[in-house]
């Protein structure tokens, strides 16, 4: 059955079982239909980017930029949503692994925190931790004790 033969609940439920499944190359071909039917509707767009960064397709950098210039319509720099926080958080914490630049450690760090203090959820707490931790490394390999001590401190007060 062709995606234009579902109504928008069966895409999504079908979307949602492709993602359950990791295949999100078809989850994305499902949440693109979902997109031209809700255009802005938060949720379709927070499971599209999800699919399009998990996909890796055509290559993981792009996936992750691709998912990232969507994202931007939920305004995450601004926004109070934990689950679009989480997935900005995510993306560039991927993008940090692939390239380590130190604004994409800082804006995924910046990102959990915010969405640790609106949702209070392990998910986000952990890997709020996780990058603080990834930031103190850094601070030691620049030299920067002082910072690293900071962030290594808040990573451990997080897991508690």
């Not at 995606?3 to 492709?18: F, G, N, V, W, Y």
């Not at 203090?117 to 998910?123: F, G, I, R, S």
């Not at 930031?135 to 030299?143: I, M, P, T, V, W």
Request: hydrophobic letters at 40%; one cysteine or more.
């Amino acid at each position: 059955m062709a995606p234009t033969d579902l109504d928008t609940k069966q895409l999504l439920e079908q979307a949602q079982k492709r993602i359950n499944d990791s295949d999100f190359a078809s989850a994305r071909v499902l949440l693109d239909e979902a997109r031209k039917r809700r255009p802005t509707d938060s949720f379709v767009i927070q499971r599209l980017a999800l699919s399009i960064y998990k996909s890796k397709q055509p290559d993981p950098v792009t996936a992750l930029n691709d998912a990232l210039e969507l994202l931007r319509v939920l305004k995450p720099e601004t926004c109070n949503n934990p689950e679009t926080l989480g997935l900005y958080g995510a993306i560039h914490k991927r993008l940090w692994e692939i390239n380590p630049k130190p604004q994409l450690l800082d804006i995924g760090i910046t990102a959990y925190a915010r969405g640790f203090a609106l949702k209070q959820d392990h998910y986000t707490g952990i890997n709020f931790a996780f990058l603080l931790d990834l930031r103190a490394r850094e601070h030691l390999k620049a030299g920067m004790r002082d910072d690293a001590i900071t962030d290594h401190t808040l990573a451990l007060r997080m897991r508690k």
